[in-house]
């Protein structure tokens, strides 16, 4: 006798496999192969930043009800496959049941930046994260226009940033001619003091910047000893 398999909302029943030929053996048993049935549509899964989503092996109509088929994706630049071949199961209500894979967006690389303290000794920062660069004592970052280093699906913006000496104030001093007039000078430079005419400089030693601390850190300028010369009966006031 012949035996048809009837599927629900969502199912189909199997090719070839109904009507389904059943025989009565002499036993009172009957010997055939029941019909099944398959999940009519596939996943259909929409995955954000996926360039394709593989879905072959849970094409229509080829999964039988409670047996499970996987499912690929294959991301964007700056995105890594999570989940890649997932397991989905075809259920008797003609749905899907897993967990779809998704793309993850990459973490970027920090630089290799001398003279930091932070976002420049490499590792990594995870996308959507930004980090503020600090730099060591005596050292400023410098970053391209300002702010921090932004992470976005594996790129870095900007990709990298710079720790430079930090400059050094010369002193305000009276009477100074050269290095006393309190403006910058960038480190690794010297400046020699000198004073207006009449006045002596306290010290010849050049200034010198190193990262924005200066030795000496300043001079003065000052009157000459006044000598005058003994004369009878006269009386001198300074």
């Known amino acids: 006798c012949n035996v048809t398999t009837t599927c629900g909302g969502g199912l189909t029943a199997a090719a070839g496999t109904t009507p389904a030929t059943y025989m009565c053996e002499v036993n009172g048993t009957w ?7 398959v999940c009519s549509a596939g996943p259909g899964l929409a995955i954000e930043n996926a360039t394709s989503v593989d879905e072959a092996a849970c094409g229509p109509s080829s999964v039988a009800v409670g047996s ?3 499912v690929g994706v294959t991301c964007a630049m700056g995105y890594t496959a999570v989940g890649a071949g997932a397991g989905y199961t075809c259920e008797v209500a003609g ?3 897993g967990m779809p894979p998704s ?11 001398a003279n930091s303290t932070m976002c420049g000794a490499g590792g990594t920062v995870a996308s959507g994260a ?19 280093l932004g992470c976005l699906a594996g790129v870095l913006t900007p990709a990298t940033f710079t720790c430079a000496p930090n400059p050094c104030a010369l002193p305000n001093v009276t009477n100074s001619a050269a290095c006393g007039d309190g403006s910058p000078i960038v480190s690794g ?3 020699v003091p000198m004073c207006v005419g009449g006045y002596v400089v306290s010290s010849g030693t050049p200034l010198t910047c190193t ?17 005058v010369a003994a004369t009878a009966g006269a009386t001198h006031t300074v």
């Open 211 to 227: 990262t924005g601390t200066l030795t000496p850190a300043t001079f003065a300028c000052y009157c000459p000893t006044l000598t």
């Open 95 to 97: 749905t899907w049941s």
């Open 189 to 191: 430079a010297t400046c």
């Open 68 to 70: 499970t088929c996987t």
């Open 130 to 148: 930004m980090c503020a660069p600090m730099c060591a004592v005596g050292y400023s970052s410098v970053v391209v226009g300002g702010g921090g």
């Open 31 to 37: 010997a055939g192969t029941a019909g099944h049935c």
């Open 103 to 113: 793309c993850s967006p990459d973490a970027c690389a920090l630089p290799t930046v």
